[in-house]
DNA sequence: CAGGTC
DNA sequence: TCTGG
């Protein structure tokens, strides 16, 4: 299942690293790790076991920073157990997973009897997408969107990730119509419920709770819709059961793999055609397991964020189909193959958590950030210098028809005044990005 | 009260 | 139409 037949599994900087080396810079960000918290050593696959089991992932922190990709909405499966660290499950293997300063640090933890050793780099390999060369992406991005290129230093790494098909088309059942803490929630009953346990080779270092794999489609058929109501799942029970039903019938789990080798949109067609699955959805799941590089998932939020910078026409109107084609073909037009990607960090930098990471943001941008992109020329008329409209006719984006006419918010000019002043109160100081040198 | 799908 | 924040 995690085996790649599309692409090579490992890029050269993985291949070159030293077999087993020192840990030389053991740091986060600028606070020294406490002695003894970390191994003494790290080793590739296959080494000694005095190392501890740990490996090096070979990422400079501009290819994979783990808390710009793991707790940030495209996986449900990842807990946060420490600074920088977090456990979580790739496959049929629990690992344990932890930021250095210039790379990444893991070991596995627990795992399937059927889990070959052997395999483990390249699983790793595979599930962070490592023959994607980010780094030289993000240059091509931010030479195209100004936007782009200021808030990026403060989002390196934002890495996509290359998950298992079913895994995350069920993930992102849950997430229609819902927040990131509930889908967690959702997501890891779901998995101890009915997925297959994975058992644990350091328990005598780890005490917290037991990890499973995510269920398989025959797993899942003997879920009835009444257990996943009773899981918390509300109407979206009905979404899991009659998914799983026509995945089934359709070849279950080989036939959702073999959307990886074929265009992006048959793979959304086809997605689309599940109860639950509409074009948000489906664009999740190709772009975060069918290798859909170019697929962007249109949320509110990246609604916001477009009509913002690209598509000034497109403000106030309703996420329909057609918009999100829209929106869709914009980002493609400025950012190219790898659109998803890019949006990805665009998508980071919208989250309420870093508001206020990206200094010299505007006013203007800050009330949109909270309030949404209907009183932008009310605060701040300036000019952004992205916000041009991009790959569309002009048909209707010349006009505006429909656009800022409609303003359906609460609350005047006064209050959004007013909400500027605690917008600025709010604001977090600003810290440089870490790696911009 | 936010948040995609039917 | 559900439920956590």
Redesign the pocket.
Known sequence: MLRSTARPLLNSTINARPSCREYHLIKHGSRPVRPGSLPNRVCSAGMATDCAGWHLLGTPREELRLEHTLPTGQSFRWRETGDDEYIGVIGQRVVQIRQLEDDVAWRIIGRAPQAAEAEDTAVLADYFNLSTPLADLVRTWSASCDHFARIQPYFQGARMLRQDPTETLFQ?LC?????I??I??MVERLCSGWGTRLPLTRSDEYGGPAHHAFPTLDQLAAVSEADL?AA????????VT?SVARLRALGGEAWLATLRAGPPDVAVAAL?T???????????AALFSLDAHALV?V???VLALATRHYLPALRGKA?T?AL?AQVQAAFVARFGAHAGWAHNTLFISELARYRGRVPGTTRAEEVLLAR?SEVAEEVDAGPDACARVVGMDGSDASTGKGGRARRKR?GGAASVASSLVEEQMELAPTTPPQAAA
């Open positions: 992102f997430s229609s119509n819902n927040h803490s509930r967690h929630g109501r918390g799942f509300g109407y979206r029970a009905r979404f009659g689309c599940l109860p639950g699955v509409g074009p948000k959805v489906a664009a999740c998932p949320d509110v939020h996420l189909p999100h949404g609460k």
